[in-house]
């Protein structure tokens, strides 16, 4: 459980754990450090914030996946924290597992509740933070009953991704939290915090946090000892690409009302984006004005575009209209008050019509992927939500016995759609359809459809049919009104409490009960002289479906065209079917709608999670993010697309997985403007080698070499003589034949490789004329590494010989300036260092390593582990026990439990560059190794090994 041996520094500086904590948590300073980097080689339990109804992305993603899904378990079981002081603690077992490469990793997750964003204030901050820190302190209690020293703390910037907490605010909330933790935690025999780790990716917030610490230590003596700088770790950034920063990858929008002291309302707008976060109050507008606007706006029969042009103007204040202008993904918050504004049929595209470009005259809506957010303190505490193979329940067009009511074959016909679509891409048994099958028959009558709904979980429940508000009851009189539901026989209704009463919520309900406008007026409202207010109705069912605990609500606002709606529906679930997000399948819907004509496309009022997504179980989240254009809207100069590539290259140094396309989009869109110029081209191509892709690096860092500013820096050079004495390998390897374990390569290949080596090693040795260092030296004789392989094949064992001799050299050398320099990269020439003499050992039958360089070797590594854990510090652990493996003739006995290591690692970091300088190594080694008298096991062991590397340095 312990991040580090607290016990062991205890008595080394002379202190008992009993006197250590008690100078902690009687009031001691707590240190405290602001690291930039992130978080995959975490080691402390981890403290971060959820805002309730938010999906597990950014941080939370993250750390999902490094305790193996327990978070997002615990989210789709309903017992993940979501209110302010809640808190949960995950404890990460997966670290009780011993292996020779062990990884680094969180201890546990310490997840607190942060509310709705928007509403979170400064004192619920501190105190939900207080809070989670006590609940681990207690957990190490009740795991350690006699533990008293005090324990390691990391933490994000909890609650600075949305709205109102600035990174510095953040960052001294969160040291208040625990220090007042610390204060409680000392009237008991708990455990309490020593040191905490305040970890952000960006240096600019980092930066922002470390200041803003500074100054709460010079303004508390005695409570907090801040480091002195901000530490750099592993994968940190400058900052983001965008002027603010938001934890989702979508905009905020928030619209409530409030009321002032004469009593008359205003709306309140605050708008967190990528590009800005500000608040703004409107100006109170006349409720006569609007409320007969959206009357005329909320009908079927209305296709004034200019409807939803006025509304923009007149609620949209000024300030903020170049903000709402683009096509930013975007979600609206609204409160009972704001909830029944038409806010889909706001306009400001300023009447284009005509030939443009259809993107020009797209509906606000549509080019934002409008999505609802509703604001309400009434809400189900636990909600148990439906199993990932739960079914899906398809409701067309009720069987009613009240004359008043009359048939809706456009609503039979929509459902009858939907089910069959659903039932043929995926398959008929998940799908089950209560649709009427013809005009002469009926729909299935109450009894029926509550059976259906309580005889089993249902994960989708779509529903078409009249609805009822409630009786003798304007529906937007109070907050106090509930919706009846839509009508079903015998005087029922199926509304958000028979819902309620599934011991399981659906994630996903689409309502369409909004045909009561093909009513009468005096049919449709006991009292004739109240007028329905049909936004209002659809706000009503979707806020009555939310307070207890539906994730995603699409309500339609008015009647719909059949058609429109049936095309609706179907594209939205074929999209989400397809793996979209449920932001992408509703814009997908609307435009479908919008392309048919009509109002239809604006009917629909969509709540929800704009992550969440249809998966079923064992499915993965797609991942699916803005499509490239959109992301990197905001390059409009060099400087940014510098901090474009940065972001590309460091997320593709950690994942094989991630997509090209951004970096294609860049090189294709800005190449051709700003390519010439040193910095971007060698920026270029270190996003490209990044992903593995040699020549189109190689390509890029002799244009930044050649360009005329002269701005690439020197390790471009570097860089180019190491992926060319690595794609000549590369080359020669995939133009080799195995024969009987012994690989075979064509003369002519063999003889350009080595060119091509050569090369490579006369600019490097140039560049150690002008400069010598350590990863120079490194990089030399990398490729003399690569050159005595070619000469293995060749069969030239002088030149071979020389080669390794050279190679041996130039590590040591390395070796010996990183030693002068306490560099604590030293571990890595050290290391190759033993690789050559291993090689030459078999080879040749020369002096193997000595164990007391081995013995220092591992000390290295461990000190890099702790200090500053990386990729190959990680991975260097695993090569010692290959080498040792190898050089005791044992590597049949640890080939498995060496692969499971290396797996473990993979898991974190699969990028294939990294990967295919492992499998070099490998092959360097194995096939010196391979030269001996070795047994079949042996050689067994040996193809195993290099056939897992081979599959992870190839994969994309």
Known sequence: MRSLNESAAAVASGTSPQQAHDAQAGGGALRVSVVNGNLLFIEQPLLLGHYSDAALTGVEGVVDELMSGILSTSLRLGRYPQTIGAQQVFVNAGRRVKLPCELPRPAG????????????????????????????????????????????????????????????????????????????????????????????????????????????????????????????????????????????????????????????????????????????????????????LVKSASNADNSDPGIGRILFQLLIPREMHPFLAGGSDMQIEVDDGTAGIPWELLDNTGGASGKRDIDAVKPWAIRAKLLRKLRTKDFRGRVDDADRDAQMLVIGEPYIDDPRYRRLPGARAEAEAVARMLAQR???????????????????????????????????????????????????????????GIVLSDGIYLGAREIAALRRVPELVFVNCC???????????????????????????????????????????????????????????????????????????RLAAWLQGGNTWAAYQCYGDPNWELRCSGETQSGRGRPPEERYASVGSDVSLLLALEEFTTNARYDATFPKAPLEYLERTFGPRWGQRGKIAEAFGRAWSAVGMCEPAIKWFEKALAANDGAASLGASDALANLRARNAWSVLKAKCTRANAVLQAPPDAIDAARTEIDASIGRLQALLAVQVTAERLSLCASAYKRLAFVEHLAGGNEAESKALAEMTGMYTQAEQLAQRDNDPTMFYPLLNRLVSELVMNLRTNAPGYLQADVDRLRESIEINCKQKPDFWSIVARAETQFYDSVKAGRLACNVDSLIDALRDLKLRISATQNWGSVLDQCEFVLAAYASRDISEAEQQASSKLLQTLSEWAEQA
């Not at 780790?197 to 200041?211: K, N, P, Y």
């Not at 009292?527 to 307070?547: C, G, M, N, S, W």
């Open 515 to 589: 045909h009561l406008a093909e009513r009468n007026e005096d049919q449709l409202m006991k009292d004739p002289t109240l007028q329905y207010d049909r936004p209002r109705f659809a706000a009503t069912v979707a806020e009555e479906l939310i307070k207890i605990g539906v994730k995603c609500v699409i309500a339609a606002g008015w009647a719909v065209e059949d058609e429109q709606a049936n095309l609706f529906a179907t594209t939205f679930y074929e999209r989400l079917i397809a793996g979209d997000r449920f932001l992408d399948a509703v814009a997908a819907a």
């Open 109 to 292: 997750a310490i997840v607190v509740g942060l509310g709705s964003e928007g509403q979170l204030n400064a004192g619920d901050l501190v105190m939900t933070v207080r809070l989670g820190v006590i609940a681990w302190a207690q957990r190490l209690s009740e795991a350690e009953p006699d533990r008293i020293e005090p324990f390691e703390l990391a933490a994000t910037l909890v609650g600075s991704g949305g709205t109102g907490i600035a990174p510095g605010q953040a960052a001294r909330l969160v040291v208040e939290g625990v220090y007042e933790a610390n204060q409680m935690l000392a009237r008991v025999t708990w455990p309490c915090v020593s040191h905490l780790r305040l970890i952000e990716l960006f240096m600019d917030r980092s930066t922002e946090a470390w200041r803003a610490l500074r100054l709460l230590e010079q303004a508390t003596p005695g409570r907090i000892r801040l480091e002195d700088e901000v530490l750099r770790d592993t994968g940190g950034l400058s900052r983001p690409l965008d002027n603010t920063y938001r934890g989702t990858d979508y905009d905020l929008f928030s619209a409530v009302t409030q009321e002032d002291r004469s009593g008359e309302q205003s709306i309140v707008y605050t708008l967190d984006t990528r590009r800005a976060r500000t608040e703004v109050r409107a100006t109170a507008t006349q409720g006569r004005l609007i409320r007969q």
């Open 426 to 484: 995926l398959t008929p048994a998940q799908v089950r359809a209560l649709v009427a099958r013809s005009d002469d028959d009926v729909g299935a009558d109450a009894r029926t459809i509550v059976s259906a709904l309580l005889e089993r979980e249902w994960r989708v429940l779509h529903v078409s049919g009249h609805g009822e508000p409630p009786a003798n009851e304007a529906p937007a009189a109070s907050n106090g009104d509930r919706l009846r």
